[in-house]
């Protein structure tokens, strides 16, 4: 149920999805004592139904589907992240500077939750990346935070790499190329790299010299250029 219920919100066909996922949610509702793998299934249907809520706009029933996944798995990485989107949203809707920032650092406090929930998520790093970046415009925290996506194989590449740029970093290599890709390119060309061959020496009875041998350097590996995966809008377009 909650399989096909992701499919369809990625298919934009919401209505379905959320009968799909209401009927996980009743479902276990029900269930007395919960075991951890049910209370996580249930953390997730009330997660996928709040990013539904957030493409509709309906930004407060977001937040509270995301506080009831936390209330089955307090340390849910997703659920943690989708609610420093929503302060971060809450926040941009307001005109007085020093409310905005309140809601940016609680943003902030949820985005860092996650991260430890889930350190290896390189989709947490580019939510603080964008945070520091269009909203607290603290350009050296941003630069950290995108770098620290592309270490970790995030998607979105070339965007990343882009923004990294705007905010005064260095030009990332392989920008082009997903993580994987990037990864097999580094390992191609050690591979292709010549090995270096022993010095000849000359007999001394030998009238000729002995020539150099040049190595033939390695053929360029041509780049693929992919497009960066389309991310969910209420979390990867600053």
């Avoid at 929503?86 to 005109?95: I, T």
């Avoid at 970790?152 to 920008?175: K, Q």
């Amino acid at each position: 149920h909650i399989q096909m219920g992701k499919i369809l919100t990625a298919e934009k066909n919401f209505e379905g999805a959320v009968l799909w996922l209401q009927n996980v949610v009743q479902h276990l509702s029900g269930v007395r004592n919960l075991s951890f793998k049910y209370r996580t299934l249930m953390a997730e249907a009330q997660a996928t139904l709040g990013d539904i809520d957030m493409v509709q706009e309906n930004v407060h029933t977001a937040e509270n589907r995301y506080r009831q996944a936390l209330d089955f798995v307090p340390e849910n990485g997703l659920a943690l992240n989708r609610l420093g989107d929503v302060k971060k949203r809450q926040g941009a809707s307001l005109s007085d500077p020093a409310k905005q920032k309140e809601f940016y650092m609680t943003a902030l406090d949820f985005y860092n939750k996650a991260i430890k929930s889930e350190p290896k998520n390189p989709d947490f790093y580019l939510s603080l990346g964008i945070i520091y970046h269009k909203n607290l415009k603290d350009a050296q925290k941003a630069v950290v935070n995108y770098t620290k996506y592309l270490d970790l194989n995030g998607r979105d590449r070339v965007n990343v790499s882009n923004w990294i740029s705007e905010c005064g970093g260095a030009a990332t290599p392989d920008a082009g190329t997903t993580g994987t890709d990037a990864k097999a390119k580094s390992t191609t060309a050690a591979k292709e790299s010549p090995t270096p061959k022993p010095e000849v020496k000359d007999k001394p009875t030998s009238p000729t010299a002995a020539q150099d041998k040049t190595s033939t350097p390695p053929k360029a590996q041509d780049k693929v250029a992919t497009s960066p995966k389309t991310q969910d809008k209420a979390t990867t377009t600053p």
